[in-house]
């Protein structure tokens, strides 16, 4: 019989319909990803269970519902731990899943941690400061221009316009601005106005690899090149997303950061690492994510998948086959590479 697959994630439109904001759901998922991803799963030759979130998942297994592996992209709400919710709960129960740990979850959304465990292997990082409160402003030692956003937030929430700093005076008022707003604190870097770049990776541990390298340019160039939170939701006019082809040197440069990075961080089965230039053009980490999106069009893992020219299914039944591989579950390849 087929293995079965169990998919866990927060849907948007069940959250916007209890009140919950637009940028609140920025990080979850639509519909219609979580319908494309399930064709692709079973295309791969599995069979497939909507879940749902972490607290459906909690009362299914409580009743006893199991599955061979979940396939867990679910962001969860609440706190810089609530990406570690459903994997801690999976292995509670000791069900297989897709993807990175509870530790690794929590270690890489508090982008303050992630940072220093990367610094700590000698790693490029822009230096940075933590502001928990207004009074820790006073004894950062940054160069300006420096920049600012929530430490444990995805999709780009609290960056726009205002996010490049260029004074104290500004720097309090941004920081004033999303501690309020987000009820967490602020990381502030140095600004780095270099190039920028994800990078896609398929793999766990020593066995890793680069998928590829996207490129990331606005489209506008009136407005600072900041990757912010209404670019990524209107990607579609805002952005240029492609292949870094004019610096094989850079290339080799950025995958070899990003791949070790990934690999300190102990990500696993796939993942992006987001990676931007100083201004003497030297690779710097800005921030791993270990879940990333996976609309086939719209996510930017699916995207540098495509401009390699690996299909949706292929990405998708490569991180299953990755997943089972490593829990040692065994797994049924009926998928075919293209």
Same mark, same amino acid.
């Given at each position: 019989?087929?293995?079965?697959?169990? /998919?866990? @994630?927060? %849907?948007?439109?069940?959250? +916007? =319909? #209890? &009140?919950?904001?637009?940028?609140?759901?920025?990080?979850?998922?639509?519909?219609?990803?979580?319908?494309?991803?399930?064709?692709?799963?079973?295309?791969?030759?599995?069979?497939?269970?909507?879940?749902?979130?972490?607290?459906?998942?909690?009362?299914?297994?409580?009743?006893?519902?199991?599955?061979?592996?979940?396939?867990?992209?679910?962001?969860?709400?609440?706190?810089?731990?609530?990406?570690?919710?459903?994997?801690?709960?999976?292995?509670?129960?000791?069900?297989?899943?897709?993807?990175?740990?509870?530790?690794?979850?929590?270690?890489?959304?508090?982008?303050?941690?992630?940072?220093?465990?990367?610094?700590?292997?000698?790693?490029?990082?822009?230096?940075?400061?933590?502001?928990?409160?207004?009074?820790?402003?006073?004894?950062?030692? /940054?160069? @300006?221009? %420096?920049?600012?956003?929530? +430490? =444990? #937030? &995805?999709?780009?929430?609290?960056?726009?316009?205002?996010?490049?700093?260029?004074?104290?005076?500004?720097?309090?008022?941004?920081?004033?601005?999303?501690?309020?707003?987000?009820?967490?604190?602020?990381?502030?870097?140095?600004?780095?106005?270099?190039?920028?770049?994800?990078?896609?990776?398929?793999?766990?541990?020593?066995?890793?690899?680069?998928?590829?390298?996207?490129?990331?340019?606005?489209?506008?160039?009136?407005?600072?090149?900041?990757?912010?939170?209404?670019?990524?939701?209107?990607?579609?006019?805002?952005?240029?997303?492609?292949?870094?082809?004019?610096?094989?040197?850079?290339?080799?440069?950025?995958?070899?950061?990003?791949?070790?990075?990934?690999?300190?961080?102990?990500?696993?089965?796939?993942?992006?690492?987001?990676?931007?230039?100083?201004?003497?053009?030297?690779?710097?980490?800005?921030?791993?994510?270990?879940?990333?999106?996976?609309?086939?069009?719209?996510?930017?893992?699916?995207?540098?998948?495509?401009?390699?020219?690996?299909?949706?299914?292929?990405?998708?039944?490569?991180?299953?086959?990755?997943?089972?591989?490593?829990?040692?579950?065994?797994?049924?390849?009926?998928?075919?590479?293209?």
């Amino acid at each position: 019989m087929k293995r079965l697959v169990g /998919l866990v @994630y927060d %849907l948007r439109s069940e959250y +916007l =319909a #209890e &009140g919950y904001s637009e940028e609140d759901v920025a990080e979850f998922d639509s519909d219609a990803t979580i319908r494309l991803l399930q064709e692709a799963i079973e295309r791969c030759g599995y069979r497939t269970e909507r879940i749902g979130h972490g607290q459906t998942l909690s009362l299914k297994l409580a009743a006893g519902h199991r599955w061979d592996m979940v396939f867990n992209i679910a962001e969860g709400i609440g706190g810089r731990c609530r990406e570690s919710y459903v994997p801690a709960l999976l292995e509670m129960y000791g069900i297989p899943y897709t993807f990175s740990d509870p530790l690794v979850c929590a270690l890489t959304l508090d982008k303050a941690m992630a940072k220093q465990w990367v610094a700590h292997h000698s790693l490029a990082t822009p230096a940075f400061a933590v502001v928990k409160t207004m009074a820790d402003i006073d004894a950062i030692k /940054l160069t @300006y221009p %420096l920049f600012a956003k929530p +430490l =444990a #937030e &995805g999709t780009g929430k609290g960056i726009d316009q205002n996010s490049k700093i260029e004074n104290v005076t500004k720097l309090k008022a941004v920081c004033a601005e999303l501690l309020s707003r987000y009820g967490q604190p602020v990381l502030v870097e140095e600004f780095l106005p270099g190039r920028e770049f994800t990078v896609g990776i398929l793999g766990t541990g020593e066995g890793a690899s680069v998928l590829g390298t996207m490129e990331i340019e606005l489209v506008s160039k009136d407005e600072p090149a900041i990757y912010s939170y209404l670019n990524k939701e209107e990607c579609e006019s805002r952005i240029y997303y492609h292949p870094l082809q004019d610096n094989p040197a850079l290339k080799n440069q950025v995958e070899q950061l990003a791949l070790r990075c990934y690999q300190v961080l102990q990500c696993r089965d796939a993942g992006r690492v987001d990676i931007r230039c100083d201004s003497d053009g030297k690779p710097c980490f800005i921030e791993v994510n270990p879940l990333a999106g996976l609309h086939p069009e719209h996510s930017d893992l699916p995207m540098i998948a495509t401009q390699e020219g690996v299909s949706y299914d292929t990405l998708i039944g490569t991180i299953l086959e990755n997943a089972f591989r490593r829990t040692g579950a065994g797994s049924q390849k009926t998928w075919k590479i293209s």
